[in-house]
């Protein structure tokens, strides 16, 4: 999954729409975290190697 860091931040903010706005029920829910957790890791590596260029 190569996508950018914005692709992943909007993932991660329609996923936090939803849950806000509709709530999940468990079987809802599993999926959805599964995807927020690649889209959260996704984010964090690429926040990580600008922050690391910076030190530089």
Do not use: S, W
């Not at 950018?4 to 999940?24: C, P, V």
């Not at 999926?31 to 889209?39: G, Y």
């Amino acid at each position: 999954m190569n996508r950018d860091f914005q692709t992943h931040y909007e993932t991660l903010e329609r996923i936090a729409r939803q849950l806000e706005e509709e709530g999940a029920d468990i079987d809802t829910l599993i999926p959805l975290l599964k995807e927020a957790a690649e889209a959260y890791e996704a984010c964090r590596e690429r926040l990580e190697a600008v922050r690391a260029l910076l030190e530089e």
